[in-house]
Structure formats: structure tokens, C-alpha cells
């Protein structure tokens, strides 16, 4: 008897350590809870882009690879990343083919197939839609499938980097057999396929309450069968970015909530109760002040800003340039306003590590005043009785514009002091964020229209390669009145050296090579100061110390890896 | 009266129409972009594609017919044939759809009311409830200890912002003493005793915050209306004749003093669908008013639109109704 009782628990033991060896089972973690203050209002990233929209949606659709934290491609859906070397791309750089992996299927127990592919490329594309990820098929000239297991990609003309199709959170494939009514105009009436869309990711949408909550579920039929170890994820929204926060650090209400915008001493005391940990990441963000090489006088009316106004008399002067950021200590914009989620930089590139050049490190990341004083005097322009620099009755007085938020505010006062100490006098003016962005070429007020002299905002590129935004500085890309405002060339910034450079870039295959180029033409940028960049933005998020496996990801979406996640025991 | 309330009716059609040209025409003129909020990686060619898609490339006075069949026509429609199950023509009607999300904006609407309806409408009730006996108290005692507290909580009450109380209270009863929820949980659904407590301790600090500060309001009114009455010559009388001072106070002035007061209510109530939007902001409700200021800041414009419009129909009722009511409660005054 004795003996029995201690072969029984002798059992029961091995059970618990063999449960434990295997690793979490699909399910066994209970429910995730993320809180996203700014609520989700689809699951169709193609009908919204909006990062909540697209973070959202990855943990249901997925896309063939996606960036890791290290801003490396893994595959997702196929067997291998195509590249050059193991024939996936072609040799003329006019074409692609990815492989599908064996037995992937939808949620719905259907096999996911290359033909999925191709409709989602159709949906994005067809006249119409909208679609506003319509620039990831920007030079897809055809998506084919030879056989149900490959995709076959043809560019119009060769592509060096051609992971855009497809790849990333903003580009998955959706499914043909639910989205095939819904192509083009009709889109927006599919109500129950945009916000329950069938994916292949780890989790499906069981309930979805536009603008509030949305309830998903484990996916049956995920590849992994060990995963997720959570049964059902809740995405709640709204409410602010302090409460966000209060609610995973404080109260401990929450696993996981996105984007803690607040003030670094604020949270600091937040941890104090030990319940979260704050993550980061840094991509692509740059926070930068632009200046404007047009005349911004408002006495032009509407030629102001535009080629017809003809440079701008104080700013087209390098020296003036070069003295506006040698003035500003970058080191306490990034103290008081971005704390751990911000570093200091002078590179409108600042990422992935192997694009970020150091050359202009030594004399921009630190503040000079003396050395901005002497270059401004050098250059002819005496200090008035007012204390503000002037040359042939043209004064240093910038109006310095930005979107309406306390951190970019607060930064506007700081500069605005710095420049005062080299005699150069800023007005301070901001207007609300989706005006400021808004694009409404009738409105005066938007970045695109640039009716100020200096203006800050952030601004980042997706994915890893940095070839399509280093082409936005191109000397055709300037907005004005002839293109609607729609140039993405904000500073007016021209130089056919300049451009020459981006063209030689979009015909190099060669990986060294391209980062060599793409730090060639950051390093142009900042030397003749299109602009000046202040602080590389990282993201910063908080999970609950209960949660394992998050691993902070800038390059794709952050709940990229949410499979892997579970709750430590 | 009913020719009269008919008259009124009859006259709201022309004031909604001028209303609703009035919101569209603001909203169209606002330098607001439905593609401000997207990540500056999406390229202008791409916005100008979801602008169009949207409808915002035709001229305004077509947008502003389509969304008047929109809402008077095909949305009634709609609701008609859903309850009762009858077809009209095809049932393909292009309806009133919110920019942001690509789904009717009725649903959306019929899917938040009833959290507005339960936080908001309760605070309202019992703000009522409590406003009364205190008002009255405060009048009949006026400047005894009872009044001067009740004058000096409702003045709290009023000035201090429901921004401020709410987090003041989260930080107290959610992060200190962790006895309620900080973050509304609008999935709940109430099926046993254990879900039932769990609701009533989410909805315990929004309606407290708001429930303060609509019995703040009307304690107010209901105070400067008793002492109008008290005053009056026939109270003298009645207690004269030997009233009883409990049937002076409760049946003769109360009465007469709730008149303006229950006018005052009922033009609070489309309040209510409004809904608290910084209460609801604050705590998560998710309700009208929440919804209201998330379209605002993403220019959903038939959103905004169409819950403007709505709140500007219950207005105009509401206005109605305490019309009619006053006339009701007071047999002096005829609209006839």
C-alpha cells in the first residue's frame, strides 16, 4: 500500500516536470489584456493605415516575412526570405518568387494558397478602393502563381530592394474566398469581413466593438500547434496615455498597453509599484525642424513658399543654417521631453545601426553658442539694438510652426531660448495635428503648404530601407501649387549632386554599397542643413512583469511575436 | 394643447433642416483631414485615392443631399424593415457610413447608447434624487449649518471640473485602494450576482462623479425656487388655516416650486445622450460621447454629423416637452 501511494506520487511528479519540459500548450495562459488608448476602428489595414489599425490586425492577418527587433527579415508564411543568392530573386532585378510553407492554414480550416496573394494585390490596387497601403505595391507590375505553392512577383522596372509586397505588418495577405465581393468601391460596405477579417496569425476575432473593445480568440487552426499560450486576447481602447499607463504599471489592470507618450518623471513614479516594466525601440523616427529655402514672407500671399517667391532671404545663407543648430543642446530637449523613449541625433537616417553615419556626430550633437555667434558675425550679421541679428534690413526672426502637443510645445520654448542667445528671435505658433498633417491643400496651415520658416515634426520610413524616403528630398518633389501641395520635399531643399546620388542608389543591388550611398546622402542633408534633426524617437511601451516573450519590435508591428507570448508561472 | 404641439412639431422640420445645413456647412468648412491621422510614411498620391473614396472629391452640396437621403430615407428604411422584417426595393441602400471605421453610423450608435443610457442616465437620476431633499432642506433652514454645508458642496460640485474629480478618484479608490475597476469594461454582460456586483463597482465612479456634479446643479434650483415660494402670501394663509407645517412645506410649496425645476430637467435630459464625453473619456465608458470626440479628432465627419444632428433633434423635442409639461403643471398657463 505504501509502496503504491509512493509510485502514485512519484507519477504525479514526473507529470508535472514532463508539463512544464513541453513547454506552455495552445491556451493554457487565460486572457491577454492590452490596452491601445487610442481605440481601434477596423481590422482591414487597408482601409485605415493607422498604426493602432495596423498593430491590431497583425495578430490575425499575417504578411509572407516580417522585420524581427533586429529589423531583419524572417519568413512568416514561406519557407525561406528570397534573395539574389538562392535564386528567389532574379538576376535582372525584375522579378521574385516566394514559397509558400506546407500545409498553412486560414482560420477557417481552408488551405492558404498563392491565389490569396494575388487577390490581395488586386484589392489594393483596384481603382477606387482607397487602399491605404497602396504604396507597399508601388512598381508590381504582376503577382502570378506558377503553382498554388509560389508567388511569383514582376516589377515594372528592376527593384534593388524588393521586400515591399507582402512583407511587413502593413502589407498581409487577406483571404480571396471572403474578401472577393468587397474589391474596389464596395469595399467599405463588407462591415463584417473588415472588422472579422480570416487570417492565418495566431488569434481570431470573435467580437469587435469599432472605436471600444475587440475580443479574438486562439486561432484552432495556427501552424504552431503549441500556440498561443493564451486562450483569448482583449484589446480595449481610448482614454489617454497616462491612464494607459496608470492601468498596467500601477494598477496592474492590464498585460500590455501601447505607446506611453507621457512625461518620463510621471512614469518614473509609476513604476514605483512595481507591476510593469517599461520596453522601447528605436526605428526610424526623427524629430527634425525643417527650414524653409523659399521666402515665407506672408507679404507674397500665396506665392509665399513656393519657387516663384525665390529663396529665402535669411535662410538660404549656409551660415545662418549651420549657426541655427550648433545654438541647440539636443541633450535637454531629449531630457525633458522624451526621457528613455529619445536620443540625441543629427541624422535624418538614424537607423537600422548600419545605415546610421557618425560623420557629423563630433560638431552637431553638441551645443556651441560661441561657435554659432562667430559664424554669424563672420558672415555679416551684426546684433541690433534689440539684441537680434540683421543684415541689409533683413532681421534673424523666424515664425517656427509645429502640430499642437505638449512635448513639441514645450521643445518650441526650449529652442526658441537657445536661438535667443545667438540673436536669432523665433514666433511661436502650433496648430492642431490633423490640420498640421491634414493635407487639405485650402488650409494655410499644413506642413506640406509650409507657410512659416521653420517647422518640427517627426517623420520615419517603413521597413529596413531607406531608398524611397531619401528620394523624398529630390528637387521634383518640392510641393507647390502646380502638384497640389503633394510633394513630400517639405524644405525645398535642391541639389542636382543630391539627386544624382539617390538615382545612383535606386540602381545598386549591392547591400554595403547601399548603406555606403544612403549615408552619403544623410550626411549631405545635415551638412547643408535641408533641416535639422533633433532627437531619434523610439517607441516605448509597458507590459505587466506577469508577461513573458515580449520582445519590443520598431520595424513591424509590436504585438509582431504576440504568438510567443505567455504568462510566467 | 395639442394644437399647439402639433404647430410646434410641424414648425421643427424647417429649424432641423437649417440645423443640419448649418453642421454640415461647419464641418465642411473646418480645415479638418479624414488622412491627418495616418503615419506620414502613406504618400499624398495614396491620401488623395482614400479622400476620393471617401466622396470628399464631389462638390458639397452633392455630399450634403446624398447624406440627407442617407439619414431621412434609407436609415428609417432600414430600421423598418428590421423590425419588421418587411423589403423594400432591393434593401442595397448606401447608408450613412463612418469614415474611420467603414460601418453604418446608426450601428455604431445603437452599440454605444445603452452604456451612455446606464452610466450617464443614472448619474442624472440620481442626481435628481439627490438634488431635491437637499434643496428643499437647504431652503426651509436656509443659513442654518445644513444649508450653509449643502451651498458650499455644491459649489464644489459645480466649479471643479469632472476632469478632476474623476482621476482624483481613480487615484484614491483604482490605484490606493484598488476597490474599484479604472477602466469600464464595456463586455461585461450581467448573467449571475457575481457579474451583477462586478458592474455595479465599474459603474460606481463615473456616476458618482457625474451624479455630483448634476445634483450640484439643480440643488441650486430647486433652493432658489422653495425660497421664492416660501415667501408667498398663500403659504401665510395655509399655515393661517392651520395647515399642517409638513403639508405646507411638501404639498403646497414643493409643488409649486418644482415647476421651473422639472422645466430645467427635461432640458438636461438630451444631455444624457450626449453623454459625459470627459467622464466617458476618463474612464473608459466607451459611450455616445466618447464616441463623438474620437470622430472629431479623426474628422469623421458623417459621424460628427450625424450624432450632432441627433442631439440637435433631441434638443428641439426635449424643448418641446418641457413646454408642454410646464403647461401641464401649471393650469395658469395655456398656449392656446
Redesign the interface.
Known amino acids: 500500500m505504501k509502496n503504491l501511494k509512493l509510485l502514485l506520487a512519484g507519477t504525479v511528479a514526473a507529470l508535472a516536470l514532463g508539463g512544464t519540459a513541453a513547454q506552455a500548450e495552445r491556451g493554457t495562459d487565460g486572457d491577454l489584456k492590452i490596452?491601445f488608448w487610442q481605440?481601434v476602428?477596423?481590422m482591414?489595414p487597408y482601409?485605415?493605415?493607422?498604426?493602432k489599425e495596423v498593430y491590431a490586425s497583425s495578430m490575425v492577418i499575417e504578411p509572407l516575412a516580417r522585420y524581427d527587433e533586429k529589423g531583419e527579415l524572417v519568413p512568416t508564411l514561406v519557407t525561406e526570405i528570397p534573395t539574389l543568392e538562392n535564386g528567389g530573386v532574379a538576376q535582372d532585378l525584375l522579378s521574385m518568387t516566394w514559397k509558400i510553407k506546407p500545409d498553412v492554414k486560414w482560420s477557417d480550416g481552408t488551405p492558404f494558397t498563392a491565389e490569396d496573394a494575388i487577390f490581395t494585390w488586386k484589392y489594393c490596387t483596384a481603382p477606387?478602393?482607397?487602399?491605404?497601403?497602396?504604396?507597399q505595391y508601388e512598381g508590381v507590375k504582376s503577382v502570378e502563381a506558377p503553382d498554388p505553392q509560389t508567388i511569383k512577383i514582376t516589377f515594372t522596372e528592376p527593384k534593388p530592394y524588393p521586400y515591399s509586397a507582402f512583407v511587413g505588418a502593413q502589407s498581409p495577405i487577406i483571404q480571396k474566398k471572403q474578401f472577393e465581393n468587397c474589391v474596389g468601391?464596395k469595399?467599405?460596405g463588407c462591415?463584417d469581413a473588415?472588422?472579422k477579417p480570416v487570417g492565418t496569425g495566431p488569434f481570431v476575432v470573435k467580437?469587435f466593438?469599432?472605436?471600444?473593445?475587440i475580443?479574438l480568440t486562439a486561432n484552432e487552426n495556427y501552424r504552431d500547434p503549441a500556440k498561443p499560450a493564451f486562450a483569448s486576447v482583449?484589446l480595449?481602447?481610448?482614454?489617454?496615455a497616462a491612464?494607459a499607463a496608470?492601468?498596467v504599471l500601477?494598477?496592474g489592470?492590464?498585460d500590455y498597453a501601447w505607446n506611453m507618450q507621457v512625461e518620463p518623471e510621471v512614469l518614473a513614479t509609476m513604476m514605483k509599484?512595481g507591476k510593469g516594466t517599461l520596453v522601447t525601440a528605436f526605428g526610424t523616427q526623427v524629430e527634425r525642424i525643417n527650414l524653409n529655402h523659399y521666402n515665407a514672407d506672408p507679404a507674397l500671399g500665396a506665392k509665399r513658399s513656393t519657387k516663384e517667391a525665390g529663396p529665402h532671404p535669411s535662410l538660404s545663407d549656409p551660415a545662418v543654417r549651420r549657426a541655427l543648430s550648433l545654438a541647440i543642446d539636443r541633450d535637454i530637449i531629449d531630457e525633458a521631453g522624451y526621457g528613455e523613449a529619445g536620443k540625441p541625433t543629427c541624422n535624418i537616417v538614424p537607423g537600422p545601426p548600419a545605415y546610421a553615419s557618425t560623420k557629423n556626430d563630433s560638431w552637431c550633437l553638441k551645443q556651441d553658442i560661441e561657435g554659432a555667434n562667430k559664424l554669424l558675425e563672420d558672415a555679416g550679421w551684426k546684433k541690433g539694438p534689440d539684441g537680434i541679428r540683421a543684415k541689409d534690413g533683413v532681421r534673424l526672426s523666424f515664425l517656427y510652426t509645429t502640430s499642437t502637443n505638449s512635448v513639441r510645445q514645450a521643445t518650441q520654448e526650449l529652442v526658441k531660448a537657445m536661438w535667443a542667445e545667438i540673436g536669432v528671435d523665433a514666433e511661436l505658433r502650433n496648430a492642431?495635428?490633423?490640420?498640421?498633417?491634414?493635407?487639405?491643400p485650402?488650409?494655410p496651415?499644413t506642413f506640406?503648404k509650409f507657410y512659416a520658416d521653420v517647422e518640427m515634426?517627426?517623420?520615419?520610413?517603413?521597413g529596413t530601407d531607406p531608398e524611397k524616403y531619401l528620394a523624398e528630398w529630390l528637387c521634383d518633389k518640392v510641393p507647390g501649387p502646380e502638384n497640389?501641395w503633394?510633394?513630400?520635399n517639405i524644405p525645398r531643399y535642391c541639389n542636382p549632386e543630391y539627386d544624382k546620388l539617390v538615382n545612383e542608389l535606386s540602381k545598386t543591388a549591392d547591400i554595403s554599397k547601399r548603406e555606403e550611398l544612403a549615408k552619403q546622402l544623410n550626411d549631405m542633408l545635415t551638412e547643408e542643413g535641408a533641416h535639422i534633426p533633433l532627437i531619434y524617437r523610439g517607441q516605448i511601451s509597458s507590459h505587466s512583469v506577469t508577461l513573458e516573450g515580449v520582445k519590443m519590435n520598431a520595424w513591424d508591428s509590436e504585438l509582431w511575436n504576440v504568438a510567443d507570448w505567455s504568462r510566467k508561472k | 394643447m395639442f394644437t399647439y404641439t402639433l404647430r410646434r412639431l410641424l414648425f421643427a422640420i424647417p429649424t432641423l433642416l437649417i440645423i443640419s445645413f448649418v453642421i454640415f456647412a461647419l464641418l465642411d468648412l473646418a480645415?479638418?483631414?479624414p488622412?491627418?491621422?495616418?503615419?506620414?510614411?502613406?504618400?499624398?498620391?495614396?491620401?488623395?485615392?482614400?479622400?476620393?473614396?471617401?466622396g470628399l472629391d464631389q462638390p458639397f452640396f452633392i455630399r450634403y443631399l446624398y447624406w440627407l437621403q442617407q439619414f431621412f430615407i434609407n436609415e428609417p428604411l432600414n430600421i423598418l424593415e428590421r423590425l419588421t422584417g418587411w423589403q423594400f426595393g432591393d434593401g442595397d441602400r448606401m447608408r450613412v457610413?463612418?469614415w474611420?471605421?467603414?460601418?453604418?453610423v446608426v450601428?455604431?450608435i445603437v452599440?454605444?447608447l445603452p452604456q451612455t443610457l446606464w452610466v450617464v442616465g443614472l448619474a442624472y437620476l440620481f442626481g435628481v434624487l439627490l438634488a431635491i431633499p437637499i434643496g428643499v432642506i437647504s431652503a426651509y433652514r436656509q443659513y442654518s449649518i445644513f444649508d450653509q454645508i449643502g451651498t458650499f458642496l455644491a459649489m464644489v460640485g459645480y466649479s471643479v471640473p469632472t476632469f478632476f474629480t474623476g482621476?482624483l478618484l481613480?487615484v484614491i479608490f483604482?490605484?490606493y485602494l484598488?476597490w474599484f475597476?479604472?477602466?469600464y469594461?464595456?463586455?461585461l454582460v450581467v448573467t449571475d450576482v457575481s457579474s451583477f456586483i462586478q458592474q455595479v463597482k465599474q459603474m460606481a465612479l463615473p456616476v458618482t462623479v457625474l451624479a455630483l456634479y448634476n445634483a450640484s446643479q439643480i440643488t441650486r434650483f430647486v433652493r432658489a425656487s422653495m425660497l421664492d415660494n416660501l415667501h408667498q402670501d398663500y403659504v401665510r394663509t395655509a399655515r393661517a388655516k392651520g395647515v399642517k407645517e409638513k403639508a405646507v412645506l411638501l404639498v403646497h410649496v414643493l409643488r409649486n416650486s418644482l415647476i421651473p425645476v422639472v422645466t430645467v430637467i427635461a432640458l438636461g435630459v438630451p444631455t444624457i445622450f450626449s453623454g459625459a464625453i470627459i467622464t466617458e473619456?476618463?474612464f473608459?465608458v466607451?459611450g455616445l460621447g466618447?464616441?463623438l470626440i474620437?470622430a472629431v479628432?479623426?474628422?469623421d465627419i458623417p459621424l460628427v454629423q450625424t450624432l450632432t444632428f441627433i442631439f440637435a433633434v433631441l434638443i428641439v423635442f426635449f424643448n418641446l416637452i418641457a413646454d408642454v409639461l410646464y403647461g401641464i403643471l401649471d393650469p395658469r398657463i395655456r398656449y392656446d
Open positions: 490596452l481605440a476602428s477596423t482591414n482601409l485605415s493605415g493607422g498604426t477606387d478602393g482607397g487602399c491605404a497601403q497602396a504604396a468601391a469595399a467599405p462591415t473588415n472588422f467580437d466593438k469599432p472605436n471600444d473593445v475580443t482583449t480595449k481602447g481610448g482614454g489617454d491612464s496608470r492601468a500601477e494598477t489592470e492590464y509599484a492642431s495635428a490633423s490640420v498640421f498633417f491634414g493635407g487639405d485650402a488650409s496651415d506640406q515634426y517627426t517623420n520615419n520610413f517603413d497640389g503633394q510633394g513630400q | 480645415p479638418n483631414d488622412t491627418g491621422d495616418l503615419p506620414l510614411t502613406i504618400p499624398p498620391e495614396v491620401r488623395e485615392q482614400i479622400r476620393a473614396s471617401l457610413l463612418s474611420a471605421t467603414r460601418s453604418p450601428d455604431l452599440q454605444r482621476v481613480i483604482s490605484s484598488q475597476p479604472s477602466v469594461d464595456t463586455n473619456q476618463i473608459r466607451n466618447q464616441l474620437t479628432q479623426g474628422a
